[in-house]
Protein backbone atom coordinates (compact mmCIF):
# COMPACT_ATOMS: atom_id res chain seq x y z
CA UNK A 1 0.00 0.00 0.00
CA UNK A 2 2.37 3.04 -1.58
CA UNK A 3 0.62 6.50 -1.37
CA UNK A 4 -2.52 5.47 -0.11
CA UNK A 5 -3.64 3.53 -2.70
CA UNK A 6 -5.95 0.85 -1.14
CA UNK A 7 -5.79 -2.36 -2.81
CA UNK A 8 -9.28 -3.19 -2.48
CA UNK A 9 -8.99 -6.74 -5.33
CA UNK A 10 -6.37 -7.94 -2.23
CA UNK A 11 -9.40 -6.77 0.62
CA UNK A 12 -11.84 -8.53 -1.12
CA UNK A 13 -10.04 -11.73 -1.67
CA UNK A 14 -8.71 -11.83 1.68
CA UNK A 15 -12.75 -11.14 3.31
CA UNK A 16 -14.14 -14.12 0.52
CA UNK A 17 -11.66 -16.71 1.80
CA UNK A 18 -12.66 -15.71 5.26
CA UNK A 19 -16.25 -16.07 4.51
CA UNK A 20 -15.41 -19.07 2.78
CA UNK A 21 -13.28 -21.00 5.58
CA UNK A 22 -16.04 -19.87 7.85
CA UNK A 23 -18.74 -21.73 5.51
CA UNK A 24 -16.66 -24.38 4.68
CA UNK A 25 -15.80 -25.38 8.66
CA UNK A 26 -19.15 -24.88 9.37
CA UNK A 27 -20.35 -27.67 6.94
CA UNK A 28 -17.65 -29.94 8.03
CA UNK A 29 -18.37 -30.20 11.30
CA UNK A 30 -22.18 -31.16 10.58
CA UNK A 31 -21.15 -33.52 8.62
CA UNK A 32 -18.70 -34.81 11.01
CA UNK A 33 -20.92 -34.72 14.14
CA UNK A 34 -23.25 -36.91 11.48
CA UNK A 35 -21.21 -39.17 10.61
CA UNK A 36 -19.11 -39.59 13.82
CA UNK A 37 -21.52 -39.05 16.61
CA UNK A 38 -24.99 -40.06 14.91
CA UNK A 39 -23.64 -42.66 12.60
CA UNK A 40 -21.54 -44.76 14.41
CA UNK A 41 -21.58 -44.09 18.38
CA UNK A 42 -25.30 -43.16 18.84
CA UNK A 43 -26.24 -46.94 19.25
CA UNK A 44 -23.46 -46.78 22.16
CA UNK A 45 -25.38 -44.03 23.92
CA UNK A 46 -29.12 -45.85 23.57
CA UNK A 47 -27.46 -48.79 24.66
CA UNK A 48 -26.08 -46.85 28.63
CA UNK A 49 -29.64 -45.20 28.45
CA UNK A 50 -27.66 -41.92 29.05
Not at 11 to 28: K, N, P, R
Amino acid sequence: MEGGVVPWSEMFGTFALAVGAAVGMEYWARWAHRALWHDSLWHMHENLNL
